[in-house]
């Protein structure tokens, strides 16, 4: 299977090279005012239909400057500088999510599985929250989506094949209809196989273990004036996890051999916990903006912005008696009633009204935003097949507002509150200049409903909890200079009233104030053609008993770039290192889809180090990684949770098209 696919690769690279050889022109994609693909035509051509298009010169115009996007925000706050295509190489091969994120994430060793910030996250968002947030990553929100002006029809296409069998396709497609309206799709698949204790004689399907699938279309109209815009989107995806609850590891230990001397065994030999075990979540997305100025410029315009939620949780479990002993050992209650029972069910059906509506509009460098935000809920909780019992949750009203002053180039103000009714908000403060930065955020949110109320037949709680305080203080000074970028900050992080998930993965509430102080920096320097980056955080939290976080934790990047065949090939040859301190991270509970605190097993202290090639030829983008090359050399693997393997040494690759026609 391997060799199949590196055969296709190279095949792919050796046609791409071929017409990379045609006279393009700018082939690297640069900012400068000259298109990204040139062919020079000395017979003048007829218009048909069809055609590409010419200008006066007849050379062909279509390219990454002739397409351009833009997210809602653009339009919100009538930014008029829209972005043009990435054609860059730049962590190209960081293809999976924790790598995307900086590897500041905790998954369970591959695509597609729960996966969790390493550091505390302050909320933003108040009302009623659900709190299954383990599938965050993967899902394509409103501030995320794409919209596009394009001179031509427009496909994107990305494929990454990683080790054990997983993989990334995303498929791309916009264009506009008339020079005011556009639309276009998106297609999003993710797949992966288990890395550790495979079923032997298992099908693909048994050794499946995360299946994820987005569908999106949307669509963009502004009126010929610009007074009146209008972009909306409706998205569905659903995702599938085959649960292994990790490996069983506690019959492999003994005085001889502890977790790190299980990576000389062989990974098809070792038992997952659980067997026939499914978490399943599906959601289907209505999202609408649109805004209109009352007077001839953006002074005062009225906007409003309609969210419709439909999602559904379920977890199941098809062999529940040989599976009691994992539930037990994580908490799970009293379980002797269950013995009989050959399967258990838990669903949880929440829907969601998002409406805002107000007034905004930008005069030269100020803007500004008031609104009024009305949420509505509908919640069932359902044990058995049919059983579903409707929990009745309050409508809420919030006001909320922005104030946005760009003094100068370099200095910019921003300030954004919002505020239920009640005691709860959320504000934020930024100050932006060319040497300094400074952010303060204060989040007051109620608890979640899962912290709050859960009813299964492996676990049951019925909580009654204050709402949380959040608080984080920000600040960095920004050194520029011709080849050196360096930037070092602190934050200072202050919690109360912080819910976590304890041991017997029951949520509780901690009565005292937890305060933490971070010390980092962010580097990027380059030497020629040698090109470095790295940063690094270190973290003082003495009292780890209940939020836990790796002490150090540091990222270096080492590449050399250059081009070559009279600039038809750009490349990037380099190292990648990713290293954390150890600590106790957070085990997962399948059952609730929640991390909750282990007192077991320390994660981490392991050198990820990755090999890789990024490179360009016309407009394919591709990459070829050697994933956790120091594999055996101090270490022979590491963990990523509790019971989870992360990934062993494997060769891996992607391949990004750019279509303009």
């Given at each position: ?570 490349f990037q040859i380099g190292l990648d290192f990713h290293w954390h301190s150890a600590f106790y991270a957070d085990a997962y509970n399948p059952v609730v889809q929640q991390f909750y605190l282990q007192d077991r097993q320390k994660v981490g202290n392991y050198v990820q180090a990755d090999a890789f090639v990024n490179y360009r030829i016309s407009r394919v983008r591709m990459f070829i990684k050697f994933t956790n090359i120091m594999e055996g050399m101090i270490k022979n693997g590491y963990y990523v949770t509790p019971n989870y393997m992360g990934q062993a040494r494997q060769f891996e690759f992607g391949v990004h098209w750019l279509l303009f026609d």
């Open positions: 299977m391997t060799k199949r696919y590196l055969i296709t690769f190279l095949l792919l690279s050796i046609q791409s090279l071929v017409f990379a050889q045609i006279p393009t022109g700018n082939q690297l994609g640069g900012l400068d005012d000259k298109p990204f693909f040139q062919e020079e035509d000395t017979v003048k051509q007829e218009k048909r239909p069809g055609r590409k298009i010419l200008d006066d010169s007849t050379k062909l115009v279509y390219g990454p400057h002739t397409t351009q996007y833009f997210y809602q925000d653009d339009w919100f706050e009538n930014r008029t500088v829209f972005n043009v295509i990435d054609t860059g190489l730049t962590n190209l091969h960081r293809y999976n999510y924790v790598a995307r994120n900086g590897y500041a994430s905790q998954d369970l060793g591959t695509l597609g599985t729960a996966i969790k910030p390493l550091y505390f996250q302050v909320p933003a968002k108040l009302g009623t929250r659900l709190g299954l947030n383990y599938l965050a990553p993967y899902l394509v929100t409103p501030e995320k989506v794409r919209y596009f002006n394009s001179k031509s029809p427009y496909t994107d296409w990305y494929y990454a094949q990683g080790g054990g069998k997983r993989s990334i396709l995303d498929i791309e497609f916009a264009r506009n209809i008339n020079p005011n309206w556009s639309a276009g799709f998106l297609f999003h698949r993710i797949t992966s196989r288990i890395l550790a204790g495979q079923h032997p004689q298992g099908s693909r399907r048994d050794n499946r273990q995360g299946d994820h699938q987005t569908f999106l279309m949307h669509t963009s109209y502004h009126s010929p004036n610009g007074k009146y815009k209008i972009m909306g989107h409706f998205s569905a995806f659903t995702h599938t996890i085959n649960e292994t609850g990790g490996i069983q590891v506690q019959s492999l230990l003994d005085e001889n051999r502890d977790y790190d001397d299980l990576f000389t065994l062989d990974r098809a030999e070792f038992i997952n916990q659980l067997k026939n075990v499914k978490t399943y979540q599906r959601q289907s997305k209505i999202h609408l903006y649109h805004e209109y100025s009352l007077l001839d410029s953006t002074t005062v315009q009225l906007f409003q912005e309609v969210d419709l939620d439909y999602n559904k949780f379920w977890f199941g479990d098809e062999n529940l008696s040989e599976n009691l002993g994992f539930y037990e050992n994580i908490g799970a209650r009293d379980l002797s009633s269950l013995s009989q029972l050959t399967s258990t069910y838990n669903q949880i059906l929440f829907n969601e009204v998002n409406h805002r509506i107000g007034v905004k509009g930008r005069k030269t460098k100020f803007f500004y935003a008031l609104y009024h935000r009305f949420k509505r809920y509908k919640l069932n909780h359902e044990i058995t097949l049919g059983s579903r019992v409707p929990i009745k949750l309050k409508d809420q009203h919030f006001l909320g507002g922005i104030l946005d002053y760009q003094l100068s180039q370099d200095m910019q103000l921003r300030i954004e509150s919002e505020a239920s009714l009640g005691k709860n908000y959320f504000f934020s403060g930024l100050f932006n200049y060319k040497y300094l930065e400074g952010k303060f955020t204060r989040s007051v949110t109620e608890p979640t409903y899962m912290s709050s109320f859960y009813s299964g037949s492996l676990f049951y709680w019925d909580n009654d909890f204050e709402s949380s305080v959040a608080d984080k203080l920000y600040g960095a000074i920004k050194i520029p200079t011709e080849k050196l970028f360096f930037k070092p900050y602190v934050e200072v992080t202050n919690l109360n009233n912080y819910i976590y998930y304890d041991t017997a993965s029951v949520p509780q509430q901690s009565g005292e104030s937890i305060s933490y102080l971070q010390v980092g920096f962010d580097l990027n320097y380059t030497t020629g053609k040698f090109h470095h980056t790295a940063n690094a955080l270190y973290t003082l939290h003495e009292d780890q008993d209940i939020l836990r976080m790796p002490e150090f934790f540091a990222n270096y990047q080492v590449y050399y770039e250059r081009s070559a065949f009279n600039d038809n090939l750009h």
